[in-house]
Structure formats: structure tokens, C-alpha cells
């Protein structure tokens, strides 16, 4: 799929995953399981290898250097390596436009680009087990609300979103999401790994989501 050059000023602010008809089988923090289907849908439905144990990444903001694409365009060769399974919107500047379509064709059972539009951002949503963050503005605090508010697990800078977000802690089995210290390249990558380590223990992973999705909730 050919990305699409206009970029929205900003994403827009979607509905909870219990009510919105737009995604594969609606959900809520109470029947969480329900979003793995929407995972299995998303995969098929958009030419990714059907697998629940791999983990999907996704990315829904323009990519733009205030978003953090120079970023990501570093650690995708590390995304590729782990065999972890990544989904865009097709939008931003020219250069990482370039970037994430040469990825993703080099990747096509591992990387999609999506089509700008308001289904597919909701699917996204609903089918994403993790979503990368690097900046705190208007436009990423939507987008990290749409987030939560489908069960997706943030990994983003541990200093934009304290208000929202606590880093998981294994030990005392707390926390919604995994957070980096600064957005450097291996500290980025560092906690990608972390994430995917954690999402191998599903009992731990659902509470994860849940925590997530009950903030959103609240």
C-alpha cells in the first residue's frame, strides 16, 4: 500500500473499544480477551503472519522528527532482528516515508503500512499489543489516549506522561506500560525488549493491558 503524503494536524480522539462498531469484535477491561481476536483479524486481514505469541507493535502518529521517526527509523533494524511484528500509518515527511516503505517491503509478513483513515486507525488500535511514543504534545496525547483506551500497552519516555503512565514492575506486579529514560537509540531498544520479554508470560501481559485500559476507563 502506497503511503499517503497529507499529514492530519492531529489524530483524532476515537471511542472506547467497548463501543466502537469499527473494529473487528468490540471489548472492554472486563473482557480483554476479546482483543487477541482483534489481533488475529488485524494480522490476516493486512498480509502479517497470523500469530498470537509474536508481538505487534504499532506506530500511529505522522512519522516526523517531532514524533520521534528519527527514532524509530534506528531501532527498525533491531524490531527486524526480534521478529516482532510492526504497523504504521503511511504518512510524514518524504524521508522516513522512504524509510518505513523500503522496511516494509523488505519485511512483508513483519511490517504493514496502513491507509490514513479513521477504520483503520481503530483497527490499529484494537489489534496492537504495544504502541511506540516519543514526544508529549497535543497530538501524541491523543494518540496515547486511543491507546489505552484499546488495551494497547504504551512504551514511550518515562518523563512526558507521568500522570498517566508507571513503568512495570515485574516484582511487584504493577504498572501499565514500559518506559525509557531518555529517547536514545539503545534506551529505546532496551525497553522494545523488555516489552517483548514481558508479553511472553500472557497471565502478566493481561494484567498489563487491563491496567492500561482501566486508566483510560477512569
Known sequence: MNPVAQIPQQEPRL???AYDNKIYIKFSSKTLEKKA???EEFQKE???IPEKKTLLLGFSLPLTEKNGANVLSEI???IEALGIQIAFLGIGTERYQGIVTTFA???ETHAVILENTDENIRKLNAGCDAMLFFSRNEENATALHNALSYGVVPIADKYHFPEILRDYNPNQEY???FLFESPE????FATVVRTMENYRFPYDWKSIAREAMEKSEK
Open 15 to 17: 471511542p472506547s473499544a
Open 46 to 48: 493486512f498480509g502479517l
Open 185 to 188: 537509540k539503545w534506551k529505546v
Open 37 to 39: 481476536m482483534n489481533k
Open 175 to 177: 504498572g501499565n506500560s
Open 105 to 107: 517491503k523488505e519485511n
Open 76 to 78: 527498525l533494524p533491531g
